[in-house]
T-cell receptor, first 115, second 111 residues
Framework: GAVVSQHPSRVICKSGTSVKIECRSL??????MFWYRQFPKQSLMLMATSNEGSKATYEQGVEKDKFLINHASLTLSTLTVTSAHPEDSSFYICSARQGARYEQYFGPGTRLTVT | QKEVEQNSGPLSVPEGAIASLNCTYS??????FFWYRQYSGKSPELIMF????GDKEDGRFTAQLNKASQYVSLLIRDSQPSDSATYLC???????????FGTGTSLTVIP
């Protein structure tokens, strides 16, 4: 299967700082990447969908100025959590898709803790 | 009505038994259906996808799709303790790029 990497796997930051998470498709070109958030024992929550070279489409209730998404190439998307607060602490997972009707592959996730 | 519905469980089966996981979806025009497995603290892992009505087998896993009933299921034969996880059903509707995920069914295989 296709491989998607995420970096970092864990990050601890202080309240008010910004954190960047990278998502890379290693062996395929991802026309679309997705960013999810998952709180403990809860289901996946889609935050945004990004297509290479276009602005991301954010789900209702997700602040685009707080969660900056850049999909600059067919293999890389980044999520920047700006001015992080403790309530932003969560498991952030990206996924990538090669094209329409293709399956979605998930990265290993990034556990963010904001102190 | 949710786009994709799953019984949250927990579902418990003895080792060696068949585990049956079920999923229904609301968009009749949906074309692609996926099953993911998620271990606690890990990200989801794709285990099966199915596009056509009928059964699709891959090792101990069988996905079954019935578009008329808007129903997709996953059978796990010879269940092992290592199969204990949450299983997520995902549906790609006819339009749009995103998947709709169910809330997942927690499966425990008892040794």
């Amino acid at each position: 299967g296709a491989v998607v990497s995420q970096h970092p796997s864990r990050v601890i930051c202080k309240s008010g700082t910004s954190v960047k998470i990278e998502c890379r498709s290693l062996d395929f070109q991802a026309t679309t990447m997705f960013w999810y958030r998952q709180f403990p024992k809860q289901s996946l929550m889609l935050m945004a969908t990004s297509n290479e070279g276009s602005k991301a489409t954010y789900e209702q209730g997700v602040e685009k100025d707080k969660f900056l998404i850049n999909h600059a190439s067919l293999t890389l998307s980044t999520l920047t959590v700006t001015s992080a607060h403790p309530e932003d602490s969560s498991f952030y997972i990206c996924s990538a898709r090669q094209g329409a009707r293709y399956e979605q592959y998930f990265g290993p996730g990034t556990r963010l803790t904001v102190t | 009505q949710k786009e994709v519905e799953q019984n949250s469980g927990p579902l418990s089966v003895p080792e060696g038994a068949i585990a049956s996981l079920n999923c229904t979806y609301s968009d009749r025009g949906s074309q692609s259906f996926f099953w993911y497995r998620q271990y606690s603290g890990k990200s989801p892992e794709l285990i099966m996808f199915i596009y056509s009505n009928g059964d699709k087998e891959d090792g101990r896993f069988t996905a079954q799709l019935n578009k008329a009933s808007q129903y997709v299921s996953l059978l796990i034969r010879d269940s092992q303790p290592s199969d204990s996880a949450t299983y997520l059903c995902a549906v790609n509707p006819n339009t749009g790029n995103q998947f709709y995920f169910g809330t997942g069914t927690s499966l425990t295989v008892i040794p």
